[in-house]
């Protein structure tokens, strides 16, 4: 992929739904666009699809290359059957090109069964404040490029997903899955209104280790997009297409 594709769509509209803020701008969350990171490069954003997956999976290795130890263990490294899979099953997945390489990826997931951490354990109903696993959607498969840290691009794949999440009335809470140990994401989440739902032990590979659930809910992804996602557009000279 290259530069050149197509661009979100930015339009004023009169009304005001979920994707739209208090300044009156609206996000199509499925459209591409294209943008500048802080160290200069231009990148294009998109929805990934089947065809991306060789690039997913050499950003997955990339990125596991270079976990120290503690990312190692929360790590969880898919085929590319599992999301040829999640894909056909309606999961999400965005990411950020610079030129032909695929440098993030930031997955959602709406599958009941995912509500699980991977290994096979379900958060509870009533940790994350729902009577149906069918209200919550995943945060999951938040992966950058180790040279392509720090360049803001979560915050774009925040904007996307909440923004879709909001767009579906029947969806009352996101929820992510974080390696107790990853105090760095542990904190950016609490700083952006996420509360802690529960604490589970997990093993793997013969090592346990507590995994944080968090969650928020709808009102507090919508005053996350009030008070970013300008900045966020004109941070990163997103534009419209031709």
């Avoid at 490069?41 to 990125?63: C, K, M, N, S, Y």
């Avoid at 490029?145 to 803001?152: A, E, N, T, W």
């Avoid at 009352?172 to 996420?194: L, P, R, S």
């Avoid at 590979?205 to 992804?221: I, P, Q």
């Amino acid at each position: 992929m290259s530069v050149s594709t197509t661009a979100f769509k930015i339009s004023v509209i009169p009304s005001a739904p979920a994707n739209q803020n208090s300044l009156g701008v609206m996000v199509d969350p499925l459209a591409t666009y294209q943008g500048v990171l802080p160290n200069g490069e231009q990148f294009v954003w998109a929805l990934l699809g089947q065809d991306d997956i060789p690039a997913i999976l050499h950003l997955q290795d990339t990125v596991a290359a270079s976990a120290n130890e503690l990312e190692k263990n929360f790590l969880i490294k898919r085929s590319a059957g599992c999301f040829e899979e999640s894909m056909a099953q309606g999961h999400l997945y965005w990411g950020a090109y610079s030129g032909e390489n695929l440098v993030s990826l930031f997955g959602l997931a709406d599958n009941d069964e995912e509500v699980g951490d991977g290994r096979g354990q379900k958060t509870p109903k009533k940790s994350l404040g729902v009577s149906r696993y069918n209200q919550v959607s995943i945060l999951k498969g938040a992966q950058v490029h180790p040279k392509y840290r720090d360049q803001g691009l979560g915050a774009i794949g925040a904007l996307a997903r909440y923004i879709y999440f909001l767009e579906n009335p029947d969806k009352q809470v996101i929820m992510t899955k974080v390696h107790a140990g990853n105090n760095a994401v542990c904190e950016n989440y609490i700083n952006n209104g996420f509360l802690e739902a529960c604490r589970t032990p997990v093993t793997d590979h013969s090592h346990t280790f507590n995994v944080v659930t968090f969650k928020a809910e709808r009102s507090v992804l919508q005053g996350w997009i009030d008070a970013k996602m300008k900045n966020v557009m004109l941070k990163y000279s997103l534009v419209v297409a031709d």
